[in-house]
């Protein structure tokens, strides 16, 4: 007789495994610790075999039927439904292997160490935001140029176009791996170069009009924030540094007898193995940069950082508070912003002071080719730019004292 559900339910476990018969060869199998499994016995090719069905109560005796009549359907036309099971599971654990996700995972734990750690990370959560819940199952192979464009068009609509293209790069990278691997034939990101909207690139607002960089100068020495704010805002102009390297920067850094501050690899804007292996940055100060760190010292130099966190603790000052001392002096993000310091830098000591421009990029830590254009140069100009940099301080003065400029022909920029 079929059993019932309330038959299945009610079963008790014994001393020794027992099996309550269904029909069609379906029975349930009741282990001594009250483990319950559905069974289908079968014969293929003149042998006996056994196909598991599921387990109780995950798998209904409904659930449980349905599976034994597929397997009688596979067994009417010859296929043995057992091996039918191996070869499905097979296929799926190589799509597995082989899908968008575990390629892009495979790829990005490759050359991940090649990056800093924030590039990477970046890279990562664009994959596992913009492209695993849309790809990541998929067979890599299986992938066509309408599946990835339908990705970058749904972070095109949210209105972040510049992540739509770094994610197609992404794709292509991964994609282009998986060639490489053996699990692809062509890249199909490449198919869309020209399927999205070209971004409108939009530089850091930077002043270059030496008039209103004489304004600036005069509203950042007449703001009245905290000292280590104030210290940071006027040190900004005069070294020609990230704000990120600004604000991180240690005493240990610095020796302000010989007039020179020591950037370690490791804080620059390198990939990983530039941070581990590059040579630390010189930063020549100006007299005028020694008398503000001089003065600084007295406050937080027995501290870690120059410039501490107000919060207390080892912790920098926060990457918000000079952004906030702008605002709070009236400059909005489009006329001025701590990054765009060294835009102002390039701009005008190439212009106004005519210096060379393999000076400015040395001093700015920027790669400058040789002249033939196949390798980066790796003389520091160490003597000019301690020129550069007093000469852009006593500059900066004048400016700041309000002395006669003429702006340079092209006028203010956007940098």
């Known amino acids: 007789m079929p059993l019932t559900d309330i038959q299945v339910r009610t079963a008790a476990p014994k001393d020794a495994p027992y099996r309550m018969g269904d029909e069609k060869g379906m029975y349930l199998e009741v282990t001594p610790a009250g483990s319950k499994y559905w069974r289908l016995r079968y014969r293929h090719a003149g042998k006996q075999k056994t196909l598991a069905l599921g387990v109780y109560p995950e798998t209904t005796l409904k659930m449980a039927r349905e599976r034994r009549d597929d397997a009688r359907q596979l067994l009417a036309h010859g296929v043995d439904p057992g091996a039918a099971r191996k070869a499905e599971k097979q296929t799926q654990r190589l799509n597995a292997e082989n899908s968008f ?3 892009a995972r495979e790829w990005w734990g490759k050359f991940a160490p090649t990056l800093s750690d924030s590039h990477a990370q970046r890279n990562l959560r664009r994959l596992e935001v913009h492209i695993f819940p849309y790809l990541g199952t998929r067979p890599i192979a299986d992938l066509t140029p309408p599946d990835v464009l339908s990705v970058l068009q749904r972070i095109e609509k949210t209105g972040h176009l510049e992540t739509a293209h770094r994610v197609r790069v992404l794709i292509g990278q991964v994609m282009r791996y998986a060639i490489g691997t053996g699990r692809a034939e062509r890249d199909i990101a490449a198919d869309l170069r020209d399927a999205l909207p070209a971004t409108q690139v939009k530089h850091h607002a930077a002043v270059t009009d030496p008039i209103q960089l004489g304004a600036l100068l005069r509203a950042i020495d007449g703001y009245d924030g905290t000292a280590v704010v104030t210290a940071a805002l006027r040190l900004a102009p005069l070294v020609f540094q990230r704000p ?9 850094e610095f020796n302000l007898d010989a007039a020179m501050w020591t950037v370690p690899a490791a804080r620059m804007k390198r990939t990983r193995a530039g941070k581990e292996n590059g040579p630390d940055h010189l930063v ?15 406050l937080t130099g027995r501290g870690r950082f120059v410039f501490p966190s107000l919060r207390g603790g080892d912790r920098c000052m926060s990457d918000m508070a000079l952004s906030a001392a702008f605002k709070r002096m009236g400059f909005d993000s489009d006329t001025a912003l701590p990054h765009g310091w ?3 830098a390039r701009t005008l000591a190439a212009e106004v002071l005519a210096v060379r421009d393999e000076v400015i990029e040395a001093q700015l830590a920027h790669g400058v080719r040789d002249a033939l254009g196949r390798a980066y140069n790796r003389t520091q100009w160490l003597d000019q730019r301690r020129e550069l940099m007093q000469r852009w301080a006593d500059y900066l003065d004048e400016l ?3 002395a006669k400029v003429l702006p340079f022909a092209s006028g203010p920029t956007q940098a």
């Open 101 to 103: 996700e575990a390629v």
């Open 400 to 402: 700041k004292a309000g």
């Open 284 to 298: 020549p100060l100006s007299q005028q940069a020694v008398a503000i760190l001089r003065a600084l010292h007295l």
């Open 342 to 344: 060294r835009a102002t």
């Open 244 to 252: 990120g390297e600004l604000r991180q920067a240690e005493w240990v």
